[in-house]
C-alpha cells in the first residue's frame, strides 16, 4: 500500500500561482501512475492531470492546459501540480491518487487517495 498527502493549498488572487505536492509513504512510490482530481463545492470529481510511473507521459483536462504541469521526483516520493494563472473556476479541493495498474482519467482506476487540500482562488 501506499498513503498520499497533499501539502500547498490555500488562497490565492486570480492570476497568481500555487504549487501543490502529494508526498508518499509506503511502498515504492515509483511503481504508481499519479494523479490529480479537484472537487467544487457542488460539483462532481474532476480530473485535472496525470502522470506515468517513470514521469515520461503527461496528461491534462483541457481547462488547465498550458497553466498547469505535473511533475515527479521519485527520488523524493513526491508529486507536483504547478498551477499558474489561477482562476475562480479554479477554486476546489484537489486531491491527488495513485494506482499500480492504470494511467489514465478516470478516477475509478486508482486505488489510493490523499485527503485534498483547498485551493481558493479570489477574483
Known amino acids: 500500500q501506499v498513503q498520499l498527502e497533499e501539502i500547498g493549498g490555500g488562497l490565492v488572487q486570480a492570476g497568481g500561482s500555487l504549487r501543490l505536492s502529494c508526498v508518499a509513504s509506503?511502498?515504492?512510490?515509483?511503481?504508481?501512475?499519479v494523479a490529480w482530481f479537484r472537487q467544487a463545492p457542488g460539483k462532481g470529481r474532476e480530473f485535472v492531470a496525470a502522470?506515468?510511473?517513470?514521469?515520461?507521459?503527461?496528461m491534462y483536462v483541457a481547462s488547465v492546459k498550458g497553466r498547469y504541469t505535473i511533475s515527479r521526483e521519485n527520488a523524493k516520493n513526491a508529486v507536483y501540480l504547478q498551477m499558474n494563472t489561477l482562476k475562480p473556476e479554479d477554486t476546489a479541493v484537489y486531491s491527488c491518487?495513485?494506482?499500480?495498474?492504470?494511467?489514465?482519467?478516470?478516477?475509478?482506476?486508482?486505488?489510493?487517495w490523499g485527503q485534498g487540500t483547498q485551493v481558493t482562488v479570489s477574483s
Open positions: 491518487a495513485a494506482s499500480a495498474h492504470y494511467y489514465s482519467r478516470d478516477a475509478r482506476d486508482y486505488d489510493y
Open positions: 509506503g511502498r515504492t512510490f515509483s511503481d504508481y501512475a
Open positions: 502522470i506515468t510511473r517513470s514521469g515520461e507521459m503527461t
